[in-house]
């Protein structure tokens, strides 16, 4: 195992090795010894000197050496015990060490990088200058922006820390007014960053901290060369915290770019998803799911549930159509204003609307503890987009399902989700399709292609291809040999179904 590798399970207890870098928090506990092992589980964690003499148990956020500042407003939150991915990855920022973060959605990373970073921002003891911006979180969609700026807000509330949110969507007059008066923390998705940049609208010239915060979604969309500008307008000399759900190549290449010696720590094999979630696969065709899904939510009245599609034309018709049979439904997608969004996220989290019907902009943006069942209406043509999508249940500790849809023309999907998750799920419904079934289907929608009008995902194929014409500008060029920059070798957009998205940031 690698010298600064910190490795476990994300649930059940386990033994990491090699967990350096934490002195402080070792010396307040008396614990002495270059070797030191750590066991942790949900809401502990055990550390034990070279020799074992001494064990302690680590059950609070004040175990882990953070301001009382901030353990105010945790209490007031309701953090009582800090998850595996904070236990790791605290003690290490704290220290000032770059971090890569390895975890499936659920399990606290927000919190994993904010607290440590605002425990170092509380010690500065000054507000910042006009325009400055003392950290940056790079977040790829609107919604992911806002929970971790509400999540960072409810942390400070009592200090003198500044939290601003920038998105597109909004106002850039209001948010330049915001900027004018200096942050402490600035969470932003790329393309409205860059906006605001090319206004002169801010600078980074004193930002010490950088956070990409699912580093692998922001290259899915295409934002490596937003990446790369923004790099330039960050001093060399900073701390760089990148956190992920998956691990393909791209983010190690991304990682050896962007970090200097750093720790890696991990929870989870990258792309599984958490084991409180109970998967299954029902097989329909494409024509009968909408009924087959009217079934699921009338089996589970009272139970919010959320429900993903590949296009943003299919999901907004199947949430009308949702709608016309009495169930209290709403959509989020691309097609969607900002305002639009955050109201029906809240109608949602409120108990309002007991069905959501998003595209995968939302797989990564929804935290909300009441999903019970998550419903892939469409499959995704990313496997790793199966794992986020299901992520969005079984929150904070709680049980969740999740069904996936297969049609005929969905099996090659299918077998790369199961290829990814390295087992099969159970079937909960139909038989898998046989090959001449699957030759004689009709290919499903892409994003950016209108679903058939016969119905909702069914009927017969319009024969238009995907278009896959990038939208907007690209994001500056590509830079070359920049000292420090995120991007210096130049790298190849994502996996297949990715698709750049320049300064349109659709998210």
Same mark, same amino acid.
């Given at each position: 195992?690698?010298?600064?590798?910190?490795?476990?399970?994300?649930?059940?207890?386990?033994?990491?090795?090699?967990?350096?870098?934490?002195?402080?928090?070792?010396?307040?506990?008396?614990?002495? +010894?270059?070797?030191?092992?750590?066991?942790?589980?949900?809401?502990?964690?055990?550390?034990? =000197?070279?020799? +074992?003499?001494? =064990?302690?148990?680590?059950?609070?956020?004040?175990?882990?050496?953070?301001?009382?500042?901030?353990?105010?407003?945790?209490?007031?939150?309701?953090?009582?015990?800090?998850?595996?991915?904070?236990?790791?990855?605290?003690?290490?920022?704290?220290?000032?060490?770059?971090?890569?973060?390895?975890?499936?959605?659920?399990?606290?990373?927000?919190?994993?990088?904010?607290?440590?970073?605002?425990?170092?921002?509380?010690?500065?003891?000054?507000?910042?200058?006009?325009?400055?911006?003392?950290?940056?979180?790079?977040?790829?969609?609107?919604?992911?922006?806002?929970?971790?700026?509400?999540?960072?807000?409810?942390?400070?509330?009592?200090?003198?820390?500044?939290?601003?949110?920038?998105?597109?969507?909004?106002?850039? %007059?209001?948010?330049?007014?915001?900027?004018?008066?200096?942050? =402490?923390?600035?969470?932003?998705?790329?393309?409205?960053?860059?906006?605001?940049?090319?206004?002169?609208?801010?600078?980074?010239?004193?930002?010490?901290?950088?956070?990409?915060?699912?580093?692998?979604?922001?290259?899915?969309?295409?934002?490596?060369?937003?990446?790369?500008?923004?790099?330039?307008?960050?001093?060399?000399?900073?701390?760089?915290?990148? %956190?992920?759900?998956?691990?393909?190549?791209?983010?190690?290449?991304?990682?050896?770019?962007?970090?200097?010696?750093?720790?890696?720590?991990?929870?989870?094999?990258?792309?599984?998803?958490?084991?409180?979630?109970?998967?299954?696969?029902?097989?329909?065709?494409?024509?009968?799911?909408?009924?087959?899904?009217?079934?699921?939510?009338?089996?589970?009245?009272?139970?919010?549930?959320?429900?993903?599609?590949?296009?943003?034309?299919?999901?907004?018709?199947?949430?009308?159509?949702?709608?016309?049979?009495?169930?209290?439904?709403?959509?989020?997608?691309?097609?969607?204003?900002?305002?639009?969004? =955050?109201?029906?996220?809240?109608?949602?989290?409120?108990?309002?609307?007991?069905?959501?019907?998003?595209?995968?902009?939302?797989?990564?943006?929804?935290?909300?503890?009441?999903?019970?069942?998550?419903?892939?209406?469409?499959?995704?043509?990313?496997?790793?987009?199966?794992?986020?999508?299901?992520?969005?249940?079984?929150?904070?500790?709680?049980?969740?399902?999740?069904?996936? %849809?297969?049609?005929?023309?969905?099996?090659?999907?299918?077998?790369?989700?199961?290829?990814?998750?390295?087992?099969?799920?159970?079937?909960?419904?139909?038989?898998?399709?046989?090959?001449?079934?699957?030759?004689?289907?009709?290919?499903?929608?892409?994003?950016?292609?209108?679903?058939?009008?016969?119905?909702?995902?069914?009927?017969?194929?319009?024969?238009?291809?995907?278009?896959?014409?990038?939208?907007?500008?690209?994001?500056?060029?590509?830079?070359?040999?920049?000292?420090?920059?995120?991007?210096?070798?130049?790298?190849?957009?994502?996996?297949?179904?990715?698709?750049?998205?320049?300064?349109?940031?659709?998210?």
């Amino acid at each position: 195992m690698p010298r600064e590798h910190v490795n476990g399970p994300d649930t059940g207890s386990h033994r990491t090795q090699g967990f350096r870098g934490a002195d402080g928090v070792f010396a307040r506990a008396g614990i002495r +010894g270059a070797r030191r092992s750590l066991i942790a589980a949900p809401g502990w964690c055990l550390v034990r =000197d070279r020799a +074992g003499r001494k =064990d302690i148990i680590m059950t609070t956020f004040a175990d882990l050496g953070l301001s009382p500042k901030l353990m105010v407003g945790l209490d007031k939150a309701g953090y009582v015990t800090p998850t595996p991915i904070q236990v790791q990855a605290i003690p290490y920022i704290m220290k000032g060490r770059d971090i890569m973060g390895l975890a499936q959605t659920g399990t606290g990373k927000t919190a994993a990088f904010g607290l440590p970073l605002l425990h170092r921002l509380l010690d500065i003891g000054h507000p910042p200058a006009p325009r400055t911006v003392r950290s940056l979180i790079l977040a790829p969609t609107r919604e992911l922006v806002a929970q971790i700026s509400d999540n960072l807000t409810n942390y400070t509330k009592g200090t003198p820390v500044k939290v601003v949110m920038i998105t597109g969507g909004a106002s850039i %007059f209001r948010q330049s007014e915001k900027l004018a008066r200096g942050a =402490d923390v600035l969470v932003a998705t790329p393309g409205r960053l860059i906006d605001l940049l090319d206004r002169k609208a801010l600078t980074l010239e004193a930002c010490g901290y950088l956070v990409l915060d699912e580093a692998d979604q922001m290259l899915d969309m295409g934002f490596i060369h937003a990446l790369r500008k923004i790099a330039q307008y960050i001093p060399l000399k900073r701390q760089t915290m990148l %956190f992920s759900a998956t691990m393909p190549k791209l983010i190690e290449d991304l990682a050896g770019t962007y970090l200097r010696d750093p720790v890696k720590v991990q929870v989870a094999p990258p792309g599984k998803p958490i084991e409180k979630i109970v998967q299954s696969v029902h097989y329909t065709p494409q024509g009968d799911k909408a009924r087959l899904l009217e079934t699921y939510l009338k089996d589970h009245v009272g139970e919010q549930a959320l429900v993903f599609g590949r296009t943003k034309h299919g999901s907004e018709k199947l949430m009308k159509l949702l709608v016309s049979w009495g169930f209290k439904a709403g959509s989020i997608h691309g097609n969607k204003s900002q305002n639009q969004r =955050d109201r029906t996220l809240t109608e949602f989290r409120n108990g309002e609307l007991d069905v959501l019907v998003a595209t995968d902009v939302a797989a990564r943006g929804i935290d909300i503890p009441g999903v019970r069942h998550v419903y892939n209406y469409d499959l995704p043509n990313v496997p790793e987009n199966y794992v986020h999508r299901i992520g969005r249940t079984a929150r904070a500790g709680a049980d969740g399902r999740a069904v996936a %849809f297969c049609a005929p023309a969905e099996m090659g999907e299918l077998k790369d989700i199961e290829k990814l998750l390295k087992t099969t799920l159970p079937i909960i419904g139909g038989a898998p399709w046989g090959l001449a079934d699957i030759k004689a289907a009709p290919k499903p929608p892409q994003r950016g292609q209108r679903p058939q009008k016969a119905g909702v995902g069914h009927g017969k194929p319009q024969g238009r291809k995907p278009q896959g014409k990038p939208q907007g500008k690209p994001q500056g060029k590509p830079m070359r040999g920049v000292e420090g920059g995120l991007g210096a070798p130049k790298m190849a957009s994502h996996k297949r179904g990715a698709r750049p998205q320049g300064r349109t940031n659709v998210a």
